[in-house]
């Protein structure tokens, strides 16, 4: 529902320029908010371990649909590496950078 709605929005960085760290960033994409963010900040570590889960045992060899791409960034999906997210994920997932 929110991914057709785009009522969330996102950005990642493997390493990003001002942190020097691996970053995400979520947003709610409508004025004033939904409070999806709020509902998302909460269960983040179910959400991002399921996630984590999903991309480390797709079979894909360099991504898909199911594991990392998302059909309305096109253009952004022929830059992900899927090697890559797999180690932001799992760096995301050790317990010191929480």
Excluded: W
């Amino acid at each position: 529902m929110c991914d057709q709605r785009r009522n969330i929005d996102g950005k990642t960085f493997a390493m990003h320029p001002e942190t020097q760290t691996p970053a995400i960033f979520i947003f709610d994409n409508f004025d004033g908010g939904l409070g999806l963010t709020d509902a998302l900040f909460i269960a983040f570590d179910d959400i991002f371990e399921k996630a984590a889960y999903i991309v480390n045992h797709c079979n894909c060899k360099e991504g898909c649909p199911g594991c990392i791409y998302l059909p309305r960034r096109k253009e952004e999906n022929m830059s992900i590496n899927k090697e890559v997210k797999k180690e932001f994920m799992n760096f995301m997932l050790k317990p010191s950078v929480h």
